[in-house]
C-alpha cells in the first residue's frame, strides 16, 4: 500500500516562498494499492491528483471519501479535471449534521453566483453517498471503517486497511484534555480519547491533525484542533508504528514545522516511546 499527500495543509492554501518544503496546498490524500485508489478530501491539492489520474488511467470510477465540508476539505473539487472528461465517475462519501443532503451541500459549490459550471452536468457522473446510511464499506478492496472526531458536527476520520496494512486518516481533531494550565499528560489523553484511540489500535500510519505547536495551542483551545504533544502521546497509546504531522496552520513557515518535528521527536523520546515521526509534506509518498 502506498500513501501519496496532495495537500498538507490546514483552513486556506498558503502558496509561497516560506511554504516551498512543505507545500501550500489543502487536504487532499492518496491511497493506493495493486492499480486501486482511494482518495481522501478535496481540498486544493485535488486539482494535480485529478491531472495526475487523467494521465495515468483512461478513467474509471473514482471514490472519494470526505472528512467534512469545510472549505479546506471541499475546494479543490470544481477543479478536478476528471469530472469534466466524459468517461470518469466520481462516488462522494460523506456525512452531515446540519440538515441539507449530502447533494446538496456539495452542489452548492457549482451555485452560479460561485462557480460558472452548473452542477446538472454532473447529474449522470456523480453520487453522493451517506456514510452512515451504509453498513459496511469495501471499496476497491479497500476495507474502510471510520468514527466521529472532535470537530464540527459530522467530522469522521478514516481507517484503510488491505493487505494486512492499515491507514488512518485523523485531521481536523482536537485531542480532548485538561489543557487550560497543563501540558497534555498520557493519563488525560487516555481518559478522555478512549474511542479514538482503539480506533487508531495499531495502525502502520496514522495521519493526525497536528495543526499547532503546543507553545501556540493555549489560544487556540476549542477550535477543533490537536497540537504536536497530544498528538504524539495519542499515537503512542494507539500502539502505531508512524505517526505524520498533518494539516498545519496557514501560517506556519517551512522553519517553522522543521522546528515541531524535531520537538516532537524530542518528545516521544522522552515519552519511552517506539513511534516513529515525520511531517508530511505536498508530493510526500510513502509506501507501507
Ligand atoms: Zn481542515
Ligand atoms: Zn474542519
Redesign the pocket.
Known amino acids: 500500500m502506498k500513501i501519496k499527500f496532495w495537500g498538507t495543509r490546514g483552513s486556506i492554501p498558503v502558496p509561497g516562498s516560506k511554504t516551498i518544503q512543505f507545500g501550500g496546498n489543502t487536504s487532499c490524500v492518496q491511497i493506493i494499492s495493486d492499480g486501486d485508489f482511494i482518495i481522501l478530501d478535496a481540498g486544493t491539492g485535488i486539482r494535480e491528483l485529478g491531472n495526475d489520474l487523467l494521465q495515468k488511467y483512461s478513467c474509471r470510477d473514482i471514490h472519494l471519501l470526505v472528512t467534512?465540508t469545510?472549505w479546506?476539505?471541499i475546494q479543490g473539487l470544481p477543479f478536478f479535471r476528471p469530472l469534466y472528461s466524459e468517461k470518469c465517475k466520481l462516488k462522494i462519501y460523506s456525512e452531515n449534521k446540519f440538515g441539507y443532503s449530502v447533494a446538496k451541500v456539495f452542489e452548492t459549490q457549482w451555485d452560479p453566483n460561485y462557480f460558472p459550471v452548473t452542477a446538472e452536468i454532473f447529474n449522470d457522473k456523480v453520487e453522493y453517498i451517506k456514510i452512515s446510511d451504509l453498513e459496511a464499506m469495501d471499496i476497491n478492496g479497500f476495507k474502510v471503517t471510520y468514527i466521529e472526531t472532535h470537530?464540527?458536527a459530522g467530522?469522521l476520520a478514516y481507517r484503510i486497511e488491505k493487505d494486512g496494512k492499515s491507514v488512518v486518516y485523523m485531521t481536523?481533531n482536537e485531542l480532548n484534555y485538561n489543557a487550560k494550565n497543563n501540558l497534555p499528560t498520557t493519563d488525560e489523553i487516555l481518559n478522555n480519547n478512549k474511542d479514538q484511540i482503539d480506533f487508531i489500535q495499531n495502525a502502520d500510519v496514522l495521519i493526525h491533525d497536528s495543526m499547532y505547536q503546543i507553545e501556540d495551542y493555549g489560544d487556540k483551545i476549542g477550535w477543533?484542533h490537536s497540537n504536536n504533544y497530544s498528538s504524539a502521546i495519542f499515537a503512542t497509546l494507539g500502539n502505531v508504528k508512524k505517526l505524520l504531522l498533518f494539516h498545519y496552520d496557514p501560517d506556519y513557515t517551512d522553519d517553522k514545522i522543521k522546528n515541531i518535528v524535531r520537538e516532537t521527536k524530542v518528545f516521544i523520546d522522552e515519552l519511552n516511546s517506539p513511534v516513529l515521526c515525520e511531517a508530511a509534506y505536498d508530493g510526500m509518498e510513502i509506501d507501507i
Do not use: I
Request: proline fraction near 0%.
Open positions: 467534512h469545510h479546506d476539505h470537530h464540527s467530522t481536523d477543533g
